[in-house]
Nanobody
Framework: QVQMVESGGGLVQAGGSLRLSCAASGPIFSRYVRAWFRQAPGKEREFVAGITWSGRTTYADSVKGRFTISRDNAKNTVSLQMTSLKPEDTAVYYC????????????????????WGQGTQVTVSS
């Protein structure tokens, strides 16, 4: 079955940068829409960024211009480059994959995704 593991989280000062990666294994389809979500304590899981197999991207307004999502279809990996980090970015970050028939639609809700990693903690200090 499909498995995904996030890495790259850590502690960084406000204004700093981090790069998250998600490695996938198993029978994952190269055209699955891939996305990053995040969840802070006491908050609902929130869409951060998504990307189609062809490289079309969608970003949450809160991160647009600061975060960049990318993917390597041959390696089944997806990354999230985060710059100009703010304390408000502190959360557990999760990678996800959508196995639906529509491979060009980037769902903005967690229920639209079928496979999830365990998450990686990102903490931004003030």
């Amino acid at each position: 079955q499909v498995q995904m593991v996030e890495s790259g989280g850590g502690l960084v000062q406000a204004g700093g940068s981090l790069r998250l990666s998600c490695a996938a294994s198993g029978p994952i389809f190269s055209r699955y829409v891939r996305a990053w979500f995040r969840q802070a304590p006491g908050k609902e899981r929130e869409f951060v960024a998504g990307i189609t197999w062809s490289g079309r991207t969608t970003y949450a307004d809160s991160v647009k211009g600061r975060f960049t999502i990318s993917r390597d279809n041959a390696k089944n990996t997806v990354s999230l480059q985060m710059t100009s980090l703010k304390p408000e970015d502190t959360a557990v970050y999760y990678c996800a994959a959508d196995d639906s028939d529509s491979t060009s639609y980037i769902d903005l809700t967690p229920r639209g995704y079928d496979y999830w990693g365990q998450g990686t903690q990102v903490t931004v200090s003030s």
